[in-house]
Nanobody, 124 residues
Framework: QVQLVESGGSSVQTGVSLRLSCVVS??????????LAWFRQSPGREREGVAA???????VYANSVLGRFTISRVNYKNTLYLQMNSLKPEDTAIYYC????????????????WGQGTQVTVSS
């Protein structure tokens, strides 16, 4: 059983920074072999990919967050991070971490395991 647990969500004002964390666990899960990603979903909208990182550390970002968000992973801690700077109200959403596969993309179908999400609210 693979488990992903996100943390770090909060209610903040425009322009501030937040760092989200996601701890991955599971006796059969080889953390370092899988690609990891952050997705988000706001009310009335479909879940969308934010950023992904493969096992080699290569990254990809959605255009809407490019230059403001940074995804990283620390394999010995089984932890994924999302550093979010210059937050905007449109970043308000539930943020989910995901794991699976070994590619580098932002498609839901590429990921097998999902966390429960952490809420980020940005007010103007």
């Amino acid at each position: 059983q693979v488990q992903l647990v996100e943390s770090g969500g909060s209610s903040v004002q425009t322009g501030v920074s937040l760092r989200l964390s996601c701890v991955v666990s599971g006796s059969t899960y080889s953390y370092s072999s899988y690609s990891l990603a952050w997705f988000r979903q706001s009310p009335g909208r479909e879940r969308e990919g934010v950023a992904a990182i493969d096992r080699d550390g290569s990254t990809v970002y959605a255009n809407s967050v490019l230059g403001r968000f940074t995804i990283s992973r620390v394999n010995y801690k089984n932890t994924l991070y999302l550093q979010m700077n210059s937050l905007k109200p449109e970043d308000t959403a539930i943020y989910y971490c995901a794991a699976g596969g070994n590619g580098l993309g932002l498609h839901i179908k590429d990921f097998d395991y999902w966390g429960q999400g952490t809420q980020v609210t940005v007010s103007s």
